[in-house]
């Protein structure tokens, strides 16, 4: 679907995936508002339910519109391949789906968003998988966590609410020992901060919601699949290694080679479980894509500079931004994220609870939800809302103390936004 990128990352960004429409011409990623695909003849239609042809059955499967992202965010990653999905939290599912069977666990970080945190502690439970949760500053600990049962690592490179750094290369390292492979979730840095894939992960995972289409619009996912894990060489993968009765016995990973596990994705994942993305959220999303690098760009220099007028101010506590040199992630940005720690980060009021819920009534520009990777500014007060039902221990741990606010930073003028920040602290802190 897509190999190791030639050009470079701007060029990428508005030409991998899309070619000129083979009917009409048309320059744009037509809108493949459709269902169903004719089959040539009945050997035709045989073949494609057979995979033995690649090719368009129905779109709960594949689209064209879906299968231009699928192709563009997989070579932004650097990957095999990619499948779309409905929301970032399918992507999430359909990752871990082909790896996954009852009595099977993850080891998954402690500072991840909150709805993953939530997915993994109790919806997979239903499937009779389980997550341990570790810090993953503590190399140690992580190891220590894998046992027989684990078939893979997952965490955020840059994770909520506070711009936490994963040393992604150290805990590749840990998953490669033991034969599993590491998930990251790359919604907040986007391919355009972070390649997690050059740093040794086997999967990534977007929800698309987010930086990549970019101005709140569309929920959706991507699974992108490195193409570089031996899924057959352990028999810890069956899905993958062994016969698929489904497809007369089939062996994903003899048949596919790198593309194992994108085509078990749309064959059987897309296929049973139906978190399908439609054609007209992949074209939102193609739009918002064209655009990532400049936007990414502005997100960073935004945060950098209200990050360190925040620091700078009494009104305020402290920052968590790890572009800052007080951050004891500062040092892994030039590592992980070498063109910038990202857009998102927390803020303590002096004044706690209270004030920071003034702060947020009196904001004019920063919108007051519960999202992220806007065009717009964002900000939410976590303990009285995603994090409303921990007890304060349980707040503190997870970064989303009472006196903290979270913000997402847009790409307005930056002077404007430091502008509605000093004017509502002030009545915040009065
Ligand atoms: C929003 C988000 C998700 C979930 O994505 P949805 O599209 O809302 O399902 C997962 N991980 C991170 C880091 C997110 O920000």
Redesign the pocket.
Known sequence: MSGEPTYGFDTLQIHAGARPDPATGARQVPIYQTTAYVFRDADHAAALFNLQEVGYIYSRLTNPTVAALQERIATLEGGAGGVCCS??????LMALFPLMAPGKNIVASTR??G??VTQFTQTIKRFGWSATFVDFDDLDAVKAAINDDTQAIFG?AI??PGGYIMDVRAIADIADDAGIPLII?N??ATPYLCRPIELGATLV?H????YLTGNGTV???CVVDSGKFDWAASGKFPSLSEPEPAYHGLKFAETFGPLAFTFHGIAIGLRDLGMTMNPQGAHYTLMGIETLSLRMERHVQNAQKIAKWLEDDPRVDYVTYAGLKSSKYFDRVEKVCPKGAGGLFTFAVKGGYEACIKLIDNLEIFSHVA???DTRSLIIHPASTTHRQLDENQQRAAGAAPEIVRVSIGIEDADDLIMDLDQALSKATA
Do not use: F, M, P
């Not at 929301?87 to 999430?92: K, Y």
């Not at 929800?207 to 987010?210: A, L, N, R, V, Y």
């Open positions: 929301s970032g939290h399918a992507a999430q991840l968003y709805g993953t955020e994770a909520n979730d919604t907040t995972v929800s698309t919601t987010k929920t959706g996912g999202n992220l990777g």
